[in-house]
């Protein structure tokens, strides 16, 4: 399927120094946890300005985790926005709980807090906000919303490592967020996440998680001879490798390069679109620093052509778009198991019919910037 001219929507960047750290974590003791896995979770807390930071083996055992560590459970609600990555609703079913689907912004496709607001019950116990393409969440609004209410404030931040808010790292905004290392997001680990928070409760939950719910409490080993461990609660086998965490300190090593490369792109592409009518750029918050997961623009529908043409055109040009994302609570999951549908978020839903994402990674060359444009411009039917 892939032509040697194809410009996929994402890729990972893997140099020599990768290999090497991979290869040397091959051939020492460790294969499974082992003394990188620590240090990859220094790196990611140090990397999001929070003191803990647990590596678990995807964003979705993150999520999961997350959900765990802050007590969700049966027929405990947690708001989610209704455009992200399935992952973000399934981990609170997992729990037992019932995510309960949020609107956007129109402008910037974030969590739209005031419909965080209408939704928020005696059932609510948490909120996830997502930060969309790569641009944080408005987390001083959602506060003053969670804080009296004392419910949880939970970043799945899997697409914005390395973005900020006026100065203050992704990964500090929220009581507890969560990344994703998979091969698309910034920083790869093959598969992998983490669970990052201020909170050593939080944290420690998250660990004993990770490996089946049993405790590693070292001391109590001592007493009680080494090869006794309890169960304390029920857990999964979540953990990540030696090498998968070899190679992500190498990768986080060049997160800032990586994500400056992604704003020069977005700049690029922000100056090409200015004079295209009909393809809009999505907005940035004032304040935010967007990290450029994505880079995600509106088609409106004109001359008969809608984003669907215009997505086969593209593709048939050799430009890998993509759409990010079909809204979770139209799944025929959710729609069976929780009754959602058509109507529950309409902002959401026109967003869906919209969307395309634009080939957007570090690797890519202004050349590749201005082929996609030019493309776009040739796909697009006379205004
Ligand atoms: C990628 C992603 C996830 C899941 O991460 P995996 O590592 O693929 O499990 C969850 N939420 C969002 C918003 C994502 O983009």
Redesign the pocket.
Known sequence: MHKPDFLPYGRQSIDDDDVAAVVSALRSDWLTTGPMVPRFEEAVASACGVEHAVAVS????A?HAAMNAIGIGRGDEVIVPAM??V??ANAVVYCGGRPVFADVDPTTLLISPSSVERLIGPRTKAVVA?DYAGQPCDYDALRVLTSPRSLKLVA?A??AIGGSDRDRPVGSLADVS?F???PV?HVTTG???AVVTGDAEIAAKARVFRNHGITTDHRQREREGSWFYEMVDLGFNYRITDFQCALGISQLAKLGVWVARRRQLAARYDEALRTIPGVQPLAIRPGAAHAY?LYVVRVAPRAGTDRATVYSRLRASGIGVNVHYVPVHLHPFYRREFGTGPGLCPVAEAAYEEILSLPMFPGMADGDVDRVVNTLVRVLPEA
């Open positions: 995807s964003g979705t055992a999520l992200t990555f992952a973000t997502v799945d899997c697409h969560t994703s290392f998979h997001k598969e992998g996440g997961h």
